[in-house]
């Protein structure tokens, strides 16, 4: 059974940091592409980061250069760092394990993340 478990969300000051944890289990993270995603009250789900298999990894205009995506196969883990952060980067954050081979597209429950200005 496919598990995503978020957590590491929290009220933030602007400028402040915080890293998100995602937790996967029923599958093997090493052989899958993995992405964090958010949305904000109001806005379309938007992806954030993300990183394949093979160590590639890309990101959003808007958290490029400020955010990083990284990856602990041994842990089963999937982690975002966020520096820097804005008053936009608010919403809840979500985890996702891309479908593979027209499988199921997996999801977390979401991290709520809140940066006061």
């Known amino acids: 059974q496919v598990q995503l478990v978020e957590s590491g969300g929290n009220l933030v000051q602007a400028g402040g940091s915080l890293r998100l944890s995602c937790v996967a289990s029923g599958f093997i993270l090493s052989i899958n592409t993995l992405g964090w995603y958010r949305q904000a009250p109001g806005k379309q789900r938007e992806m954030v980061a993300v990183?394949?298999?093979?160590?590639?990894?890309s990101y959003a205009d808007s958290v490029q250069g400020r955010f990083t995506i990284s990856r602990d196969n041994a842990k089963n883990t999937v982690y975002l760092q966020m520096n820097n952060l804005k008053p936009e980067d608010t919403a809840v954050y979500y985890c996702?394990?891309?479908?593979?081979?027209?499988?199921?597209?997996?999801w977390g429950q979401g991290t709520q993340v809140t940066v006061s200005s």
């Open positions: 996702r394990r891309f479908p593979r081979a027209g499988g199921t597209d997996y």
């Open positions: 990183t394949t298999s093979g160590g590639a990894t």
